[in-house]
């Protein structure tokens, strides 16, 4: 949210701003919300000349599309993100956005400090993957938090079954089966860093260096097996 003041405070209103001519030109095309009622749920407005009253959570992606609200100093779309016409963008138009994007970002990654790219130019659905691993994570560290604080090896089983982590990403992603959900767990954890801090745990405790670790799961300590 913080990430998008910027575009709400400048980009957006500049965007609102040159529109409103082609905004007023098809405003027989609109839904004119002349007023949102008190909760916020529904809003009543004129579309083609009749008033009417929709409810926002049932309103399919082109209706939304051509909702704007009457300010009385112009015509302000509904929707959080718009193209330079004032309306919702669509579907072509974030992959024209992610397009742009991805070209911006190979140019930056010749700079040897600029992270490695994926393989591939990213799609929106990735964003989907970020939200849900990020929340996981997120709620994984809680649960372990709240753990600690109460000084207890695991939390009562009612607990566990109201904040299980995996069961809120879930029902936030809508899965059917948990077994999709499960797949994001192989994320959390880098396998390799693992194995490396097992390694660093063996050789504090007895001076073993791989060489020596592995010699022994080979059962070979002792058969005077060359050193390296």
């Excluded at 030109?25 to 083609?48: A, F, H, K, N, S």
């Excluded at 879930?170 to 994320?187: D, K, V």
Aim: charged residues 25%.
């Amino acid at each position: 949210m913080e990430l998008l003041e910027p575009y709400l405070l400048l980009e957006r209103p500049g965007i609102v701003a040159t529109a409103q001519r082609t905004l007023r030109r098809q405003v027989r095309d609109l839904l004119v919300v002349q007023r949102i009622e008190g909760d916020g749920t529904r809003v009543r407005g004129v579309l083609e000349g009749v008033a009417v009253t929709r409810v926002i959570k049932d309103m399919k992606p082109g209706l939304r599309r051509i909702t704007v609200l009457e300010t009385g100093g112009g015509l302000d779309p509904l929707a959080l993100f718009i193209g330079q016409g004032g309306r919702m963008l669509t579907g072509s138009g974030w992959d024209r956005i992610r397009r742009r994007a991805w070209k911006r970002m190979k140019q930056w990654s010749v700079n040897e400090a600029a992270p490695v790219l994926p393989r591939r130019c990213w799609v929106i659905h990735d964003t989907r993957h970020t939200f849900a691993l990020r929340l996981l994570i997120f709620l994984t560290r809680e649960t372990l938090g709240d753990i600690d604080a109460e000084q207890t090896p695991m939390a009562t089983l009612l607990e566990h079954m109201v904040g299980n982590p995996l069961l809120i990403v879930q029902h936030r992603l809508g899965h059917a089966h948990p077994s999709t959900t499960y797949r994001y767990i192989r994320y959390l954890k880098d396998p390799m860093r693992e194995v490396d801090s097992a390694f660093r745990r063996w050789s504090a405790a007895g001076g073993a260096s791989y060489v020596t670790v592995a010699r022994r799961l080979m059962n070979l300590e002792g058969a005077g097996a060359p050193q390296g």
